[in-house]
């Protein structure tokens, strides 16, 4: 009891101080593969303890909602993270939400920020939720379905048993194929990366996440970087416990084993991380209007890949 | 088998008879200075000691009675049965908040005696349906259920588009009950019997079940809101006051899905495993429709009169898989899905209430309905405002409210659902899901934009500028309901539990106890498989939020500063260059509603340097009207002009047209045997 209070525990301190590094290292792998020096990879920790400092700006019109959305999307986000196993599958409170719930946690972050996002009643605000409620209603369904795959291989919705069934070994599935393509196109889409979203420009014919946080500023500001940081590094935790399971500590396991998770968990994490800035690097940010495409390829892939779980048992 | 009556059964007839009573005081009393009072405060207590013993009632054994009214020889069968009390308690728990709000609400009636009346006399409509036991008793409640209503609907008939609304629901509402008229003379013709105890005895075989089967489906879907028998639903549950909007939308479709449960699920026998599919269809289907319809309308009403098509659509999908599963044999699955969808009953019905009060609270302090002319209200009715945020994160499907719970049942219900044997339903079941998904996420967007429109922002006319919170009847209607969102959505094992008698009664198994898995938990199968804690869920949030607040104050400087927003150069923006309801839908628009509902914009932009305003007008269609409902009209309107001649013809031709049917009914008559 106490050794998984203690991992759990662990976890939660664990994601959220190695969400702003992640960060970091995509900047940094990006700015090199456009031959650029870049800033070191500690500089989002630094953005972060400069931001606190600062006093927070509010507009005249903002409402209690506007000040109370940063702690509350940065709390579901924090416990969507802290239920996603990393480097151990033992986590004590996975039974009290499954992959739905993560999924509809982060909906709820998203509700919220929407909301923030008109509160003060400018246009910039308004084109920012407008556009995310958008992104979202492809890329909620979406994620569902690649939930519905991922359950039916593993006869559960459990995050915790998804993983230790993928452990063991379930073999190559056309199914699971199909969710891990539509599992990645969501990624990008929901953590606003190249092609959906810049998380790096002001421009008001893409901006996206950027035009709904406009108005925010000092402390506020920080929480919601910091949210928008742990949910890079809770997709990228999803994808590396689902995919590239190997390396995960058993529940119950030693500290041998915990150890040799948490380096297999940090290797999963660069590599993610450099495969990332690749793929953006890569590929130019699409218009708008072209992402439900992008997305409604993930919707029907994930699916396809559930008709086929309905289908047969061993696709 | 003749029960004895119980208690229950007795004290929800009583509550009938004095909800007929108040109705007729409401015709003596409407003017006076008490009539308000008398009608609502006594309805309110009514319905609260109905829905106490109606709850009792779920869990104990059941009641019948045989008044000597109706048809001769057969009497007014009445029963209270564990699923008709589900139902009552969730008919009168509906009807004392209406009655609550209404208290206060009433105030602003400038036409009391049009309301006063059929309000109580709508809710014993409402509360007879489930307790009736035949299909004559049955019938007469529900149509008396529908005229009341209907009453109400036309009540200010003085505004634009209500006398409209009224026609085309009187007309649907004929139409369904035409069509379970129909569903209960073919069950009555197995047995001989119009009791529902003889129904039971002897179902429907063969092509009459199938027949049945659809008829319910239009009958109890049209009142429901089933699409594409929705289009009176958008028109007449707005136009009527808001408290009775609440009762239309978030009660009388339940009592519709009532209906269609007590005819699909108990009298028409054991299912065939193709019954599920046209009702998994149909709900998914209502539920993608609704949703976007919801989406593109700038009414605040309309949006949650849509909205009520997209829940009862998950109602549906729910009810199909449980008649899948329990054709198929699978107990415990079917229980399951029979579960998510009565629970989804009470949790829409306790929403969309609470949501139909907020906007009629909107409405009494700003005059509007109208999204674009509101904003900003969060600043000016701060009790209405948070009411309203619980009900649209409640029915967003956001944890850890109701809402998600009886949806995630759902979701559960589908990934139990590859065990099925029949292919149609392997191919229909995931689609069914993939939809209710993207319901789900455009619900999400679709209450954001209410609440973002409506609370948020700067106040987009004078009236909203000056808004005053609603009187204290209506702020403690709205908050009663939302403390019941937020404590089914905290503890859903003790609702799960609390259905079981009726998901034993119809479906033979229950779920495994709720209250036994530890922390409260909902285990729907077995722990390994799924489970989720909505108070722990809530837990972790709250507490990681204030430690995350507590934090960040202590390191950070507390230093806040109000300023002008960010005006990007153009200081003094009009409230108007805010994002307005049309703006906000507009990519949803241009990704779903092109094609389903043709979804058109057209934008007149004058030439630089003219003074001439800007215009843009957006269009779009329901394809129900369009292909089903105007078609149809067309081809009623030709074949009456054509019929018209023979208002116009001589004795002698009427005397041959007589004789001419004569024969020919005699020739029918012969060749028949």
Known sequence: MMANLLVQGTQMLLVLALAPLLTGLVRKVKARLTRRRGACVFQPYRDLARLLNKEAVLAHNASWLFRAVPYLLFAATWVAAALVPTFGTGLIFSWSADLIVITALLGSARFFLALAGMDVGTSFGGIGSSREVMISSLAEPAMIMIVFSLALVAQSTQLSTIASVMVAGVGLRVSLALALVALAIVAVAENGRIPVDNPATHLELTMVHEAMVLEYSGRHLALIELAAQLKLLLFLSLVACVFVPWGLAPAGAGAGALVLGMASYGAKLAAGAVLLAMFETSIAKMRVFRVPDFLGAALMLGLLGTLLLFVSRML | MALAPTVQLLAALSAVAVLLVLAAGGVLLARGPYGRTVVYGGALVVTLLAAASALTAIAAPTGALVLPLGIPWIGANLRLDALSAVFL??????????????????????????????????????????????????????????????????????????????????????????????????????????????????????????????????????????????????????????????????VMTKVAVYGFIRIVFDLAGPPDWWWGIPVIVAGAIAGVVGVLQALLQSDTKRVLAFSTIENIGLIFVGLGLALAFKASGFGGAAALAFTAALFHVFNHAAMKSLLFFGAGAVLTATGSRVMDRLGGLIHRMPVTSVAMLIGAAAISALPPLNGFASEWLVFQAILLSPELPAWGLKLAVPAAGALLALAAALAAACFVRLYGIVFLGRARSDEAANAHEVDAFSRAAMLALAAICVLAGLFPGLVIDALQPAVTALVGVRMPAQSEVAWLSIVPVAESRSSYNGLLVFLFIASSALLSAFVIHRLATGAVRRAPPWDCGFPNADPVTQYSAGSFAQPIRRVFARSLFAARERVEMPPPGSLAPARIEITARDPAWAFLFLPLAGLVERIATRANRLQYLTIRQYLALVFGALVLLLLVLALWT
């Open chain 2, 89 to 250: 308690f969730v008919v009168n728990l509906g009807g004392a908040a209406a009655s609550l709000y209404g208290l206060g609400y009433g105030r602003h009636d400038h036409a009391p005696e049009r309301v006063l009346p059929f309000f109580p006399a709508f809710l014993a409509g409402m509360s007879l349906v489930p307790l009736a036991a035949d299909a004559y008793t049955f019938l007469l409640a529900w149509e008396f259920m529908s005229l009341a209503s209907w009453a109400l609907v036309v009540s200010h008939d003085k505004e634009a588009g209500n006398v409209q609304a009224g026609l085309v629901y009187i007309l649907m509402a004929s139409f369904g009950t035409l069509a379970l008229m129909l569903a209960f003379g073919l069950l009555a013709a197995g047995g001989g019997g119009f009791t529902f105890e003889a129904m039971r005895a002897a179902p429907p075989t063969g092509w009459a079940e199938a027949v049945v089967l659809a008829l319910a489906m239009l009958g109890a879907g049209s009142k429901a809101g089933l699409v594409p028998l929705h289009v009176w639903l958008p028109l007449a549950h707005p136009a009527a006051p808001s408290h009775v909007s609440a009762l239309m939308s978030g």
